[in-house]
């Protein structure tokens, strides 16, 4: 079946430091791809999005690439804040389960000044 | 505009309790879906809604889980008999429900409900 695989955390960096979080995925078909990120206190929050293979999604200075080949959608920043402190969740829709989102385990982010 | 509400923000209850736990989706969003998130178990699907029925229950983990969507808007999660491993909090997004959908139709979420089984 499908599933998201993604790097464990917790993650932790000074400011200004560069960014990587590895997810990996396994899926029939062709399915988008997402990064959703969950701030403390608050909801699940769409951080970028790719629909096909080779696209960038990009947003607050976050990016990552649909690597269809690597089948892998890391995300990376090049100079993390504190207020970037997170958990990021990689995700991927079902296309034939009706769009529902399967979730990798989360990757907290700790950026400390 | 609004996003999606859900209530209560917390619920605690006795096990063996009955619970509900209620959604209300952006306006105009016809497809919704309910989540789980537990330490244990991460983020996982329960059931979706395509207007008010329910084409993909696949998630619901035993026959104490039920849900029901009325007038294409309200969602509400109910739980039968709870138990101490229901403890989770309870995710609701909603969606235009575009037809093949491919990332363009976007899930918003709520804050969620936290439930505490005792």
């Known amino acids: 079946g499908n599933s998201v695989t993604q790097m464990e955390g917790p993650v932790t960096l000074s400011e200004e430091a560069f960014l990587t979080i590895n997810c990996t995925y396994t899926a029939t078909g062709y399915p988008s791809l997402f990064w959703y990120v969950q701030y403390p206190g608050e909801g699940l929050q769409l951080l970028l999005k790719a629909t096909k293979a080779d696209d960038k999604g990009s947003n607050k200075g976050f990016e990552a690439t649909y690597r269809k080949e690597t089948t892998s959608f890391h995300l990376e920043k090049g100079s993390v804040q504190v207020s970037d402190s997170a958990v990021y969740f990689c995700?991927?829709?079902?296309?034939?389960?009706?769009?529902?989102?399967?979730f990798g385990a989360g990757t907290r982010l700790a950026v400390h000044p | 505009g609004a996003g999606v509400s859900q209530s209560p923000s917390n619920k605690v209850t006795e096990k063996g309790k009955d619970v509900e736990l209620r959604c209300d989706p952006i306006s105009g969003h016809t497809a919704l879906y309910w989540y789980r998130q537990s330490l244990g178990q991460g983020l996982e699907f329960l059931i979706y809604?395509?207007?008010?029925?329910?084409?993909?229950k696949s998630g619901l983990p035993s026959d104490r889980f039920s849900a029901e969507r009325t007038g294409g808007s309200v969602s509400t999660l109910t739980i039968q008999r709870t138990q101490q491993e229901d403890s989770a909090v309870y995710l609701c997004a909603s969606s235009l429900g575009l037809a093949g959908g491919r990332g363009r139709d976007t899930q918003y979420f709520g804050p969620g409900t936290r439930l505490t089984v005792l």
């Open positions: 809604f395509q207007g008010n029925s329910a084409p993909d």
């Open positions: 995700a991927l829709s079902d296309q034939r389960g009706y769009n529902k989102l399967i």
